[in-house]
């Protein structure tokens, strides 16, 4: 099956700088990769996806780009802000989702 | 637009014992997928369901084991209990569950003991 591994696992930025979670993958068949933003105590929510057919996907502060030849794929956060602080889920998705481990973001203020 | 509701939201239970967590799905959305999420780690895929059918099943034992009814709902057990079961038990829904955006509920916290 697919293994999907994510670094790192912690993260910590000062507010307004960037931030940046890589994660591969291991099944060339995979063709979606969604990123999930979890807060503590909260359900995982959907921030931003990419198919692979499209390289690079942005939308306003967040980014998502996408290495097929490489199995990887990347989230970039600008202008990071302290509510940006909680734990990152990449995954990849043939007919099932399977994910990494998360990223624990911290934004200092 | 109520989103994906799961029952209960906590639960406790001693090993050996039988449980059973609840899920509705968004209205309209046909497929629902469970995963386990253990403290510090990516949600595990455990079961997908379309229209009432068995779509995939993660790298779990026969212990686990769902249905899905036809109002889409599902339900997942779990028998036998393990100290090891102990998780967060997420549910998710999607229109057709294959490569598209999985609108996942709050949970169920599981505590075995």
């Known amino acids: 099956g697919e293994n999907v591994e994510q670094h790192p696992s912690t993260l910590s930025v000062q507010e307004g700088d960037s931030a940046v979670i890589k994660c591969t993958y291991s099944d060339s068949a995979s063709n979606y990769f969604p990123w999930y933003k979890q807060e503590l105590g909260k359900r995982p929510q959907l921030i931003i996806d990419?198919?692979?057919?499209?390289g690079e996907k942005k939308d306003q502060r967040i980014a998502v780009t996408l290495n097929k030849t490489a199995k990887h794929f990347s989230l970039h956060i600008t202008e990071t802000q302290p509510e940006d602080s909680a734990v990152y889920f990449c995954a990849a998705s043939t007919n099932q989702f399977y994910f990494g481990t998360g990223t624990s973001l911290t934004v200092i203020p | 637009d109520a989103g994906v509701t799961q029952s209960p939201t906590h639960l406790i239970k001693t090993r050996g014992q039988h449980v059973t967590l609840r899920c509705s799905p968004i209205?309209?959305?046909?497929?629902v997928s469970w995963y386990q999420q253990v403290l510090g780690q990516g949600p595990q895929f455990i079961f997908q369901y379309y229209e009432k059918e068995e779509r995939g099943r993660g790298n779990f034992p026969d212990r686990f084991s769902a249905r899905q009814f036809p109002n889409y709902s599902s339900e997942l057990n779990v028998n036998a209990l393990l100290l090891g079961d102990s998780a967060l038990y997420l549910c998710?829904?999607?229109?057709?569950?294959?490569?598209?955006?999985?609108?996942f509920g709050s949970g169920t916290q599981l505590s075995v003991l």
């Open positions: 990419i198919r692979s057919n499209v």
């Open positions: 209205s309209g959305h046909k497929s």
């Open positions: 998710a829904s999607s229109f057709s569950g294959a490569r598209e955006k999985l609108f």
